[in-house]
């Protein structure tokens, strides 16, 4: 592999190897633009995956402390766990179920289309969906999206013959196993899927794409790529005209070091993507690099979400097969009739019994609780996703009384539900035990969001300078020389799975980096 | 399943081969008589000269015939070893692991394991002087017992329900319910008890093995559900 001099500032460092990080990467590198990444997790794949909850659990996720706060019931239930999300080169994508789902038209003006919401920080994207749509297509045909590119559907497994039949009855139309990214057929050099069920531990079978055995081997093969593992970004320098000029990081001795950067783009997700602005202040930027507006951290989503759990008197083995495919998709609309505003999707989704007995109520214990578990063989599971609403509260910030083993403050994750979301919950909750009961459920139960595995909006876009971080290229409103470059950019959350979006917007910005490049301008 | 897929998680010796073992150790190192009554109600063995070394005790039983347990152990008898509960502590978070998470049929040899692990949790470093742990588990059976009229174990299954929702603040109750999550339930036994196949990769996955199996529903449409291709 190519390696750079720290000393050498022709390099964009990119700080994170996920979805976002790990595509601008190879996306540059493709183009002849040269590229260190940091990355703080090790590397793993498909021969050092383990399917086993816990032990992959520890392995791939991201396991420094956070503390959380506000009503939400994560904050109760798990204190130092606001998140499941990773800390592993390839990132989240090691551990996404891979739907891919685009946004819809109106989610990008959420803020025109469902008006003002009080006690929301409601914003319009400043860009469109035409704008995105080109890159909607790349990032398909990339990540080998099913029922895109003439990639056959996935075969649907029992836990999807239950969730399908229900909805049919229900009346429900737009009901199939998905839009994944999850090989159907070999394709691009990958196997075609086994139905494993351990999707969410790695894919051992590589059909699932991951930025960890795709991008990141692709970006290897260029001369341009430099990828550095169990380095922790701990700050970002700028110079006196406000241009950033270098990336300090612990590397995997724990020894700082410094790389100089003619650009750097931050795609930490949407925990570490803030607090390394906010790490970064200066006396030019004293509440955080590029927080002018004082949006970073800031209107943090994290989707409406709840599952549903049904028993049935036939056994249903639900984690047999792909964790997330299947999906209905009749909710998502936007119809205010509702109670709410915004949409929200039902897709089918397993847990394991370790993790069902850790989930599925968290904190219960006595009869209601074992009376499902003694059916685990014999239940079928939906996980509801939908539009959460920005709050200027709902926010990272940094935990100055607690430290991490760097010695850097870790984050605190504040959030509260809007009521907006209590209403959709509430309604998603109720068409979920609709759909079992139709399907022939003797119980249905509701399950209590996890640890968010989906983590948006702390450092959105924004046309305005004033009401967010960066602009529609992801580029910072206040330096010009550096980038947003995961999902912490979105202005709002929509009712869709992020993960296509981020794709989609990486390859988008690295065209945007690499034309500012040709022209100087960075 | 496989006897590849079964991580021996405790050894399951027979009884009468812990017993013979426990008869023949090497001598008590203090002298020290003060020992922990060895005989359980249910027939437990009586255990000689182990019964003499501080905290010691084994919880024991059988795995019921017929279950698919007992067609996959190795052996029908199990044992667990403490390294500092007593008899009777043992038996007392047994059952408590019981009333709390109150399973149908749930074999008794993975409570055993629960309990094993809170033992663990409770060992200190010194063999002379009890953990923090250990303490809080010894206050919080001393609370039990309280609340049961002074002995849970006798009570019946109402009143010892009704104690442990007397206790749900105490770190006993809050350790013994968070540490059963993995310890009941991430497991060999429990996965065949509960009907989860566990590891799938070194199997081939399910496509060729039951992921579509379920033919108690009509079949979703092809577009929506194509076959495997």
Same mark, same amino acid.
């Given at each position: 592999?190519?390696?750079?001099?720290?000393?050498?500032?022709?390099?964009?460092?990119?700080?994170?190897?996920?979805?976002?990080?790990?595509?601008?990467?190879?996306?540059?590198?493709?183009?002849?633009?040269?590229?260190?990444?940091?990355?703080?997790?090790?590397?793993?794949?498909?021969?050092?995956?383990?399917?086993?909850?816990?032990?992959?659990?520890?392995?791939?996720?991201?396991?420094?402390?956070?503390?959380?706060?506000?009503?939400?019931?994560?904050?109760?239930?798990?204190?130092?766990?606001?998140?499941?999300?990773?800390?592993?080169?390839?990132?989240?994508?090691?551990?996404?179920?891979?739907?891919?789902?685009?946004?819809?038209?109106?989610?990008?003006?959420?803020?025109?289309?469902?008006?003002?919401?009080?006690?929301?920080?409601?914003?319009?994207?400043?860009?469109?969906?035409?704008?995105?749509?080109?890159?909607?297509?790349?990032?398909?045909?990339?990540?080998?999206?099913?029922?895109?590119?003439?990639?056959?559907?996935?075969?649907?497994?029992?836990?999807?013959?239950?969730?399908?039949?229900?909805?049919?009855?229900?009346?429900?139309?737009?009901?199939?196993?998905?839009?994944?990214?999850?090989?159907?057929?070999?394709?691009?050099?990958?196997?075609?899927?086994?139905?494993?069920?351990?999707?969410?531990?790695?894919?051992?079978?590589?059909?699932?794409?991951?930025?960890?055995?795709?991008?990141?081997?692709?970006?290897?093969?260029?001369?341009?790529?430099?990828?550095?593992?169990?380095?922790?970004?701990?700050?970002?320098?700028?110079?006196?005209?406000?241009?950033?000029?270098?990336?300090?990081?612990?590397?995997?001795?724990? %020894? #700082?070091?410094?790389?100089?950067?003619?650009?750097?783009? !931050?795609? $930490?997700?949407?925990? =570490?993507?803030?607090? &390394?602005? /906010?790490?970064?202040?200066?006396?030019?930027?004293?509440?955080?690099?590029?927080?002018?507006?004082?949006?970073?951290?800031?209107?943090?989503?994290?989707?409406?979400?709840?599952?549903?759990?049904?028993?049935?008197?036939?056994?249903?083995?639900?984690?047999?097969?792909?964790?997330?495919?299947?999906?209905?998709? %009749? #909710?998502?609309?936007?119809?205010?009739?509702?109670?709410? !505003?915004? $949409?929200?999707?039902? =897709?089918?989704?397993? &847990?394991? /019994?370790?993790?069902?007995?850790?989930?599925?109520?968290?904190?219960?214990?006595?009869?209601?609780?074992?009376?499902?578990?003694?059916?685990?063989?014999?239940?079928?599971?939906?996980?509801?996703?939908?539009?959460?609403?920005?709050?200027?509260?709902?926010?990272?910030?940094?935990?100055?009384?607690?430290?991490?083993?760097?010695?850097?403050?870790?984050?605190?994750?504040?959030?509260?539900?809007?009521?907006?979301?209590?209403?959709?919950?509430?309604?998603?909750?109720?068409?979920?035990?609709?759909?079992?009961?139709?399907?022939?459920?003797?119980?249905?139960?509701?399950?209590?969001?996890?640890?968010?595995?989906?983590?948006?909006?702390?450092?959105?876009?924004?046309?305005?300078?004033?009401?967010?971080?960066?602009?529609?290229?992801?580029?910072?409103?206040?330096?010009?020389?550096?980038?947003?470059?995961?999902?912490?950019?979105?202005?709002?959350?929509?009712?869709?799975?992020?993960?296509?979006?981020?794709?989609?917007?990486?390859?988008?910005?690295?065209?945007?980096?690499?034309?500012?490049?040709?022209?100087?301008?960075? | 399943?496989?006897?590849?897929?079964?991580?021996?998680?405790?050894?399951?010796?027979?009884?009468?081969?812990?017993?013979?073992?426990?008869?023949?150790?090497?001598?008590?190192?203090?002298?020290?008589?003060?020992?922990?009554?060895?005989?359980?109600?249910?027939?437990?063995?009586?255990?000689?000269?182990?019964?003499?070394?501080?905290?010691?005790?084994?919880?024991?039983?059988?795995?019921?015939?017929?279950?698919?347990?007992?067609?996959?152990?190795?052996?029908?008898?199990?044992?667990?070893?403490?390294?500092?509960?007593?008899?009777?502590?043992?038996?007392?978070?047994?059952?408590?692991?019981?009333?709390?998470?109150?399973?149908?049929?749930?074999?008794?040899?993975?409570?055993?394991?629960?309990?094993?692990?809170?033992?663990?949790?409770?060992?200190?470093?010194?063999?002379?002087?009890?953990?923090?742990?250990?303490?809080?588990?010894?206050?919080?059976?001393?609370?039990?017992?309280?609340?049961?009229?002074?002995?849970?174990?006798?009570?019946?299954?109402?009143?010892?329900?009704?104690?442990?929702?007397?206790?749900?603040?105490?770190?006993?109750?809050?350790?013994?319910?968070?540490?059963?999550?993995?310890?009941?339930?991430?497991?060999?036994?429990?996965?065949?008890?509960?009907?989860?196949?566990?590891?799938?990769?070194?199997?081939?996955?399910?496509?060729?093995?039951?992921?579509?199996?379920?033919?108690?529903?009509?079949?979703?449409?092809?577009?929506?559900?194509?076959?495997?291709?």
């Amino acid at each position: 592999m190519k390696t750079f001099e720290h000393s050498d500032d022709s390099v964009v460092v990119i700080i994170g190897s996920g979805a976002g990080g790990g595509t601008l990467a190879n996306e540059l590198a493709q183009k002849g633009i040269d590229v260190v990444t940091l990355e703080a997790g090790k590397r793993e794949s498909s021969e050092s995956f383990l399917n086993d909850e816990w032990k992959s659990f520890s392995q791939l996720a991201w396991l420094d402390p956070r503390s959380t706060s506000g009503s939400w019931r994560v904050a109760r239930d798990f204190p130092g766990l606001p998140a499941w999300i990773c800390k592993t080169v390839g990132g989240s994508t090691t551990h996404w179920a891979g739907a891919s789902l685009r946004f819809q038209d109106h989610e990008f003006r959420a803020k025109t289309e469902y008006g003002d919401v009080i006690g929301a920080n409601l914003l319009d994207w400043p860009l469109t969906l035409n704008d995105l749509e080109p890159y909607y297509a790349r990032a398909e045909y990339k990540m080998g999206v099913t029922r895109t590119n003439g990639i056959p559907g996935l075969p649907g497994n029992n836990n999807y013959k239950i969730m399908d039949a229900g909805a049919r009855k229900l009346g429900y139309t737009k009901v199939h196993t998905g839009n994944m990214a999850i090989n159907s057929r070999p394709r691009h050099g990958r196997a075609s899927c086994m139905q494993l069920g351990f999707c969410f531990q790695g894919c051992k079978s590589g059909a699932k794409w991951s930025t960890l055995y795709t991008e990141i081997p692709a970006a290897e093969q260029t001369d341009h790529f430099e990828l550095r593992t169990g380095c922790q970004a701990a700050r970002i320098e700028h110079d006196d005209t406000g241009r950033a000029t270098a990336v300090v990081y612990f590397d995997e001795n724990g %020894d #700082e070091q410094r790389q100089s950067a003619r650009a750097v783009a !931050v795609a $930490g997700n949407s925990l =570490e993507s803030p607090r &390394l602005l /906010l790490m970064s202040d200066s006396s030019m930027f004293p509440d955080g690099l590029s927080n002018r507006s004082g949006q970073v951290g800031r209107n943090y989503m994290r989707h409406m979400t709840g599952s549903v759990y049904a028993a049935f008197d036939e056994p249903v083995h639900m984690y047999r097969g792909t964790t997330m495919a299947g999906i209905i998709q %009749d #909710e998502s609309v936007h119809d205010p009739k509702r109670g709410f !505003v915004g $949409g929200y999707e039902m =897709e089918t989704l397993a &847990l394991g /019994l370790p993790f069902m007995a850790a989930f599925l109520d968290p904190g219960a214990w006595g009869e209601d609780f074992t009376w499902m578990m003694d059916r685990y063989a014999n239940l079928a599971g939906m996980w509801l996703v939908g539009e959460d609403m920005p709050r200027a509260d709902n926010r990272i910030s940094l935990n100055t009384d607690l430290k991490d083993a760097h010695g850097l403050p870790v984050v605190n994750v504040h959030f509260d539900d809007h009521d907006n979301d209590i209403a959709m919950r509430e309604h998603a909750f109720t068409q979920g035990e609709a759909v079992y009961r139709a399907a022939g459920a003797t119980r249905t139960f509701r399950t209590p969001p996890y640890p968010s595995t989906h983590n948006l909006g702390t450092n959105r876009m924004s046309a305005d300078a004033d009401d967010g971080v960066c602009d529609a290229n992801g580029q910072s409103h206040d330096i010009p020389n550096l980038y947003i470059s995961d999902g912490s950019q979105f202005t709002t959350g929509g009712a869709e799975n992020p993960t296509l979006t981020i794709v989609a917007l990486a390859i988008r910005q690295a065209d945007h980096i690499a034309r500012q490049m040709i022209r100087k301008a960075v | 399943m496989t006897s590849t897929t079964m991580r021996p998680v405790i050894p399951l010796h027979t009884v009468a081969e812990l017993t013979d073992r426990a008869i023949g150790a090497g001598s008590d190192q203090d002298g020290s008589d003060q020992h922990r009554s060895a005989v359980a109600p249910g027939g437990m063995p009586a255990l000689t000269r182990r019964s003499f070394l501080k905290g010691t005790a084994i919880l024991s039983g059988s795995l019921a015939t017929g279950t698919l347990l007992a067609t996959l152990a190795p052996s029908r008898s199990w044992a667990a070893e403490m390294a500092t509960f007593d008899d009777r502590e043992a038996r007392v978070l047994l059952r408590l692991t019981q009333v709390i998470f109150p399973h149908e049929n749930m074999p008794e040899a993975i409570n055993a394991l629960a309990v094993k692990g809170l033992d663990t949790a409770a060992t200190g470093d010194d063999a002379e002087t009890d953990s923090a742990v250990a303490i809080a588990f010894r206050e919080g059976i001393v609370a039990l017992d309280e609340a049961a009229n002074g002995d849970w174990l006798a009570a019946d299954a109402d009143a010892q329900l009704a104690a442990v929702q007397s206790i749900t603040d105490t770190e006993l109750f809050l350790t013994v319910r968070g540490s059963c999550i993995t310890s009941l339930y991430d497991n060999d036994l429990a996965y065949a008890h509960f009907g989860y196949e566990g590891e799938a990769f070194n199997k081939g996955g399910y496509v060729f093995r039951g992921f579509d199996d379920l033919a108690w529903l009509p079949d979703p449409p092809a577009d929506a559900s194509p076959p495997v291709q």
